[in-house]
């Protein structure tokens, strides 16, 4: 049968016996005790993990195997009770443990209650003392780890911070909320928070730039005037921040600025050295003298008759006159001239035709 949960005002009495960090007193020995008590008893509670341990008491010249007894109670009872109970299984256990983890969050001890233990070792017939625990309370008690899935997104002078919380809560009674160390690489570190998302945006960082982050929850207990229990941070990650809209733009007129400096300057220099180096620039760009196409068919084959064709081709036609004269006579001559012969030769030659006299 599960025990009844304790009033609050029960809860108030056991915190004093968490200050005193020391185990309680012992009851008084069982009447069979003949077994050295466990010693040195441990509760481990990081995130939902919940596991008592123990050593062993030494034992001289006996090999048969020990087993060992876990009870628990709530302060409002004097009453102890197996841990089956809570439906877990630390009864004759050999195992120098016992885990109270709860497999749901409607399982295991209440969180928010103290909580007392006691273990005993058992030989057969024969058992130990009871070695009592310290009276705990969990979300008081408990270390918080640091969030998991830690995914970071790059954005526009910014970083999308997403993460899932350390461990599951009944939200009724607790809460987490966030904090976010972050500092430019090789910078001062800021905080930011508390957010009590599981999705950040660190915005108006500068863009371009690494920023380096660590987030850390804090389980705030909102059952009980909002005790705040701090975690680890998550380890050091770094990234990069992309450029925004006005950063862009700048960077595109920047580069065409650019480009058309570097083409005027190149078009100068060239036009600088074409006027320097004319001559030159003429001597290299003259294509070179060739030979005629003719030219070229005749000293490969000196027989065929191509030069005979090109004088014939430069001789002048028939019908074409170098030069005109006119010759004039006198008038008593010219009357007596019947008419005038022309000659197509190099000059005119003008005969005149009369009587002999």
């Known amino acids: 049968?599960?025990?009844?949960?304790?009033?609050?005002?029960?809860?108030?009495?056991?915190?004093?016996?968490?200050?005193?960090?020391?185990?309680?007193?012992?009851?008084?020995?069982?009447?069979?005790?003949?077994?050295?008590?466990?010693?040195?008893?441990?509760?481990?509670?990081?995130?939902?993990?919940?596991?008592?341990?123990?050593?062993?008491?030494?034992?001289?010249?006996?090999?048969?195997?020990?087993?060992?007894?876990?009870?628990?109670?709530?302060?409002?009872?004097?009453?102890?009770?197996?841990?089956?109970?809570?439906?877990?299984?630390?009864?004759?256990?050999?195992?120098?443990?016992?885990?109270?983890?709860?497999?749901?969050?409607?399982?295991?001890?209440?969180?928010?209650?103290?909580?007392?233990?006691?273990?005993?070792?058992?030989?057969?017939?024969?058992?130990?003392?009871?070695?009592?625990?310290?009276?705990?309370?969990?979300?008081?008690?408990?270390?918080?780890?640091?969030?998991?899935?830690?995914?970071?997104?790059?954005?526009?002078?910014?970083?999308?911070?997403?993460?899932?919380?350390?461990?599951?809560?009944?939200?009724?009674?607790?809460?987490?909320?966030?904090?976010?160390?972050?500092?430019?690489k090789a910078g001062v570190q800021k905080v930011k928070g508390p957010f009590r998302s599981n999705s950040i945006v660190l915005d108006d960082l500068k863009p371009l730039r690494e920023y380096c982050l660590q987030v850390k929850a804090h389980l705030v207990w909102t059952y009980y005037n909002n005790i705040s229990r701090p975690g680890h941070l998550s380890n050091i990650s770094c990234y990069k921040t992309t450029m925004d809209a006005a950063t862009k733009l700048q960077q595109v007129i920047i580069i065409a600025v650019g480009i058309f400096l570097l083409l005027s300057a190149l078009a100068g220099a060239c036009f600088f050295l074409v006027l320097k180096y004319k001559g030159l620039v003429k001597y290299w760009f003259h294509s070179p003298p060739s030979i005629p196409s003719q030219i070229k068919e005749y000293l490969k084959d000196p027989s065929q008759p191509i030069l005979e064709a090109l004088d014939k081709d430069t001789l002048p036609t028939d019908d074409a006159w170098d030069s005109v004269s006119i010759v004039s006579f006198p008038e008593k001559e010219q009357e007596d001239v019947p008419q005038s012969t022309w000659t197509q030769d190099s000059g005119p030659v003008c005969q005149p035709v009369g009587q002999e006299l």
């Not at 310290?134 to 008690?141: D, G, H, S, T």
Request: hydrophobic share 40%; net charge neutral; aromatic share 14%.
């Open 1 to 184: 049968m599960r025990p009844p949960p304790p009033p609050l005002l029960s809860l108030l009495v056991p915190l004093l016996v968490l200050l005193g960090g020391r185990a309680a007193a012992a009851p008084p020995a069982d009447s069979r005790a003949q077994l050295p008590a466990p010693r040195n008893p441990k509760v481990r509670l990081y995130n939902a993990e919940q596991v008592l341990s123990w050593e062993p008491g030494s034992l001289s010249n006996d090999t048969r195997p020990v087993v060992y007894q876990v009870q628990f109670k709530y302060p409002s009872d004097s009453r102890w009770y197996d841990t089956s109970d809570i439906g877990v299984h630390c009864m004759n256990v050999t195992t120098t443990e016992c885990n109270f983890t709860p497999s749901s969050l409607s399982n295991g001890f209440p969180p928010h209650f103290n909580v007392s233990l006691r273990v005993r070792a058992k030989l057969e017939d024969l058992v130990s003392p009871w070695l009592s625990v310290p009276w705990f309370l969990y979300y008081w008690n408990v270390t918080v780890g640091p969030p998991e899935n830690v995914w970071v997104t790059p954005g526009e002078g910014s970083l999308i911070i997403r993460f899932s919380s350390p461990f599951d809560i009944p939200a009724s009674l607790a809460t987490f909320v966030y904090y976010v160390h972050y500092w430019e």
